[in-house]
Each structure stands twice: as C-alpha cells, then as structure tokens.
C-alpha cells in the first residue's frame, strides 16, 4: 500500500471512530434539557391554568387548613371542583392583605384563570385595582362593600342570623351557669364586626336580659398564639363564655382550659373541644358552585351579592341535619334549644333573617333608642354601603344594649 492510499485509510478509520464515539455517548453525560420554572411572585407560587377548562382560583388570607375561615372557603374551592362540570380549580394560601396581594392577583390574571375569590375583607382594593386591568375576568371580593357591577363584585352572607342564635344559646348557658357576663374577640374594628358583635349581644339579651359582654381587639385574622392570648383574657376577666371572629378555633381549646365555653366561628369542623357550646358556620361550597356556572353561562352579574340562610350558605353546628348539639347546649332549657331550632328552621325557610334579627325596638348601650318598634334596618345599615343609594337612616355605628365595651373608630 503507497503512503497515500494508507493515509487516506488511516483518515477515514479516525472520523468513523469519532462519529461512534458521539452516537454512543451515554444520556448522563449530554447537556440536560431546562425544565420550566414556576412562576414565582412575591414569594409565591403561581399555578397554572388548564386549557379548554373554565379556571378558578382562590386567594386565601391564611392556610386552607386553619381550621377556621381560610379552610371553610377552600372546601367551598373543592365542591367547586366535585359539582361544575370542565372545571379547574387552585388556590393561594397565606396571601397577606395589601400590595402582595394585588401582585398575587394579578398574576393569576395574566396566567388566564377565568374566576378570581378573593377572600378576605383587605384584599378589595387590590382586588378593584386589578378588575380594571383584565376587563374579560371576573373578581368575586368576599366581605367588602365595593363593585363595579361589571367585572368585580362583592359577596358575603347573613350571618348576624346565626350569630344571633348563637347568642341566644350564650346567654341562656351563661345565665345558667349563674355567670352572666360573655366576651367577644373581634378582630378588625370594620362594620362587619360591629353588626356581628351586636348580633351576638341582641341574642344573648333575648334569653338572659341581665347579661353583659365586654369585647377585646386584636387586630388579626389568623394569629393562633394571639387568639388563645385574647380568649384567655376575657375569661380571665369574668367571661363566662367568649365568642370569636377570628379564624381558629383556639377560643374552645382556652374554654376547655379554663371551664367554661368557647363559641367557635367559621368552619363546621371548628367546635371539637369538650368546652365548644356551638359554631356559626359558612357552607360556601353551593354558594361558589352557583356563581361559577352563572359566570360561565353568563347570567351571573357581578354586585353586590348578599345571600341569607335559606341559599345554603349558612349553619349552626349541633343544629343541622345529621348534628348532634354540644353537651353545653344538651344541658339548656328545653324551651330555649326548641326555639332555636324553630328559628333555624325558619332561616332555612326564608322566614327569618338578618333584618329580622335587627327589627326594633333595639336600644344602644347608652339607652338611646335607635331602632323603633316595628322598624328594622336595611342593608345600608348594615354595611354603610354608599354605592347602593342614599345615606343609612339607622346605620350600625352603635354598640347594642349590653355591651360594654367603647365604640372603636370604624375602618
């Protein structure tokens, strides 16, 4: 063989080898493909919408497992799922109120989720911020007082009714215990708070006229640590019973320490301990269900949406069906417990409700006559609306008869 014709050879035996080589690289020791980060925003997650699903999502202020409100609506976001049908669901838990919430809801928008919850009371600003961006989706506010009855609306429910029964069962457990002194460990000084608080005392009066109720603020939703805190506080103080309006059931767990009773709120799950006298609870799941396949059928109008018992929404744990009522509440006046099953069964009915609950005469604190016989307030009085019409005539800027704590300056 000339030098050439080997050189040749030689040539094409090394390119053989090498291309070899390169096909018979182990996948170990190729490059790796990039996989997609998620979308982070202020911390958090941003989920992903399904293509040729109608997408919702939910922004929760605290875990969907608090035990409490956060976890009430987000078995609301699961009956969504289980009952609309070509449905996607996810959710945001821990979501603080203010700019990190707008920044969390306006991510979601961009990803294209079609219905956006917003579920707590500081979220509604954020929540108009961002309707106006993303005209073609719907932001349901639970809580608020705003709308543009376009593409943002509010929702919540009357839940001064139960609130009010379940002052009725306080006041009758607190007379019986020959302690008539209750406490109430509101969290926001927001018009909710005043017409759940007076809701409570108007109950307790009915079934115990000598009774009391001081009220503590703590200034926080979910706060566990803070709550037991407050709750132990009150008790400490004389109360006899405590309600809460915060989101864990921590007010029964003190209750149970201490001896006495704790009405927990929110959640139907919420009243377990031993010292647990009842639960106003929300049932959101029917509710939601409603308002996502009227969004998708387009008969749903963005507003102000204010639904009563008789929707569903609503409960007093011991009282609906399948519910066996506390100890606490066995132990009452049979006359007592009978009324107030027949007054849920009313609200299931349509026949009694939050106006009811605050039809006159009804006297302030200070023993100023503020609603007369055979009046009752109106929405507006409420939650001082001021985009539903005019001025409230009897507007809940009072503490009712009872109370004794001062009036806060209202947020």
């Known amino acids: 063989m ?11 035996v090394v390119i053989a080898a090498f291309v070899l080589a390169a096909c018979a690289t182990p996948a170990a020791t190729q490059q790796p493909k990039e996989t997609p980060t998620p979308e982070q925003v ?20 605290g875990p969907h497992d608090d035990g409490g409100w956060s976890q009430a609506h987000y078995e609301g976001l699961e009956y969504i799922q289980k009952n609309v049908p070509n449905v996607h669901t996810a959710y945001i838990e ?12 306006r991510a979601l928008s961009r990803k294209g989720f079609n219905l956006i919850f917003g579920t707590s009371f500081g979220f509604m600003d954020a929540m108009e911020a961002v309707a106006n961006e993303f005209p073609d989706i719907v932001y349901i506010h639970i809580s608020g007082y705003k709308s543009n009855e376009k ?24 007379k019986m215990d020959g302690n008539t002194k209750l406490g109430y ?53 004389g109360a006899q019973v405590v309600f809460t309006g915060a989101d864990t059931p921590a007010v029964a767990d003190v209750a149970t320490e201490k001896g006495k009773w704790g009405v927990t709120y929110d959640w139907v799950g919420s009243c377990k301990a031993e010292r647990c006298l009842t639960a106003p609870y929300w049932n959101w799941g029917p509710v939601y269900a409603k308002i996502t396949q009227g969004v998708i059928d387009k008969t749903y109008k963005p507003g ?9 929404g609503l409960g007093l744990y011991g009282f609906m069906e399948g519910q066996t009522p506390t100890k606490g509440v066995s ?17 299931f009915k349509g026949e009694f409700n939050r106006f009811s609950v605050f039809t006159g005469p009804i006297k302030d604190n200070t023993g100023k006559e503020i609603v007369p016989a055979g009046a009752h307030l ?3 009085d409420l939650d001082q609306f001021p985009e539903m019409g005019s001025g409230c005539k009897y507007c809940m800027k009072w503490w009712a008869e009872g109370i004794t704590a001062e009036l806060p300056q209202t947020q």
Request: charged letters at 25%; a negative charge; proline letters at 5%.
């Open 304 to 312: 102000w949406d204010y639904f009563d018992a008789d929707s569903g």
């Open 151 to 174: 593409n943002f609306g509010n929702l919540f429910g009357g839940m001064e009714t139960m609130k009010y029964l379940a002052g009725m069962l306080a006041g009758a457990r607190a």
């Open 2 to 12: 000339n030098r050439s014709v080997w050189t040749r050879s030689l040539a094409l």
């Open 42 to 61: 202020g911390g958090f997650q941003i989920p992903e919408v399904q293509a040729g699903k109608f997408n919702v999502a939910m922004v929760l202020i």
């Open 94 to 105: 821990n979501v603080p109120e203010g700019a990190d919430s707008e920044q969390v809801f």
């Open 331 to 347: 132990e009452l006046p049979p006359e007592v417990v009978n009324e107030v099953k027949d007054l849920v069964a009313k609200s």
């Open 185 to 237: 460990m509101a969290t926001f000084a927001i018009p909710e708070e005043l017409r759940l608080g007076n809701a409570i005392a108007l109950g307790m009066r009915k079934t115990c006229p000598e009774c009391t109720m001081d009220v503590r603020w703590i200034n926080t939703w979910h706060d566990p640590v803070k709550e037991k805190e407050a709750a132990a506080s009150l008790f400490d103080a």
């Open 378 to 380: 109106e929405q507006i």
